[in-house]
């Protein structure tokens, strides 16, 4: 389970990623994350990663400086050079930089190339999905052999 590549975990989520140009102001791209009920938006402009932008953003650089949410660029509060990962790495991998890195998203790039964007969530969600799927078998291994 822990060794799984983060690929598989893609290849099951999809590689839709939210994302806002670095001009957009905070109310834009804040408006971005309610729209679609997610934590967090990339800043990109065309196909270069220049950040990501947190609910975590919000509260510590805007909410907690009073920062003009309509004015202000996302640009100027966002995380610059966010921790990426390769689709390559395993579950085990991502778990230890959520833990270390205390962040909650990961871009998943390779050769430059941006794939897709994981969660802790889609982590929690793809753990808790193999525990069902192993019990299962284990019940149907179980129950079979009770039946012989």
């Known amino acids: 389970m822990k060794t799984t590549p983060v690929s598989f975990l893609l290849d099951r989520k999809g590689s839709k990623v939210f994302s806002v140009g670095p001009s957009a ?5 804040v ?3 309610n729209t679609y009920r997610i934590g967090s938006v ?4 065309n196909d270069t990663l220049y950040g990501i932008f947190t609910e975590r953003d919000v509260l510590t650089r805007v909410v907690g ?3 003009d949410v309509q004015t ?7 995380t610059v050079n966010p921790q990426t990962i390769r689709p390559s790495a395993t579950v085990d991998d991502v778990m ?10 990961l871009p998943v ?3 430059g190339h941006l794939l897709g964007m994981l969660s802790i969530g ?27």
């Open 25 to 29: 102001t905070i109310a834009e791209a």
């Open 72 to 78: 202000a660029k996302v640009s100027t509060v966002m």
């Open 122 to 148: 889609d982590v929690n969600r793809w753990i808790v999905d193999y525990h069902e799927a192993e019990c299962i078998q284990l019940k149907t291994y179980i129950t079979g052999m009770v039946s012989h």
């Open 42 to 45: 990339l800043v990109m402009d």
């Open 31 to 33: 408006a971005e994350m």
């Open 109 to 111: 790039i390779e050769n």
């Open 65 to 67: 400086r009073s920062i």
């Open 96 to 105: 230890q930089i959520y833990s270390d890195k205390h962040c909650r998203h």
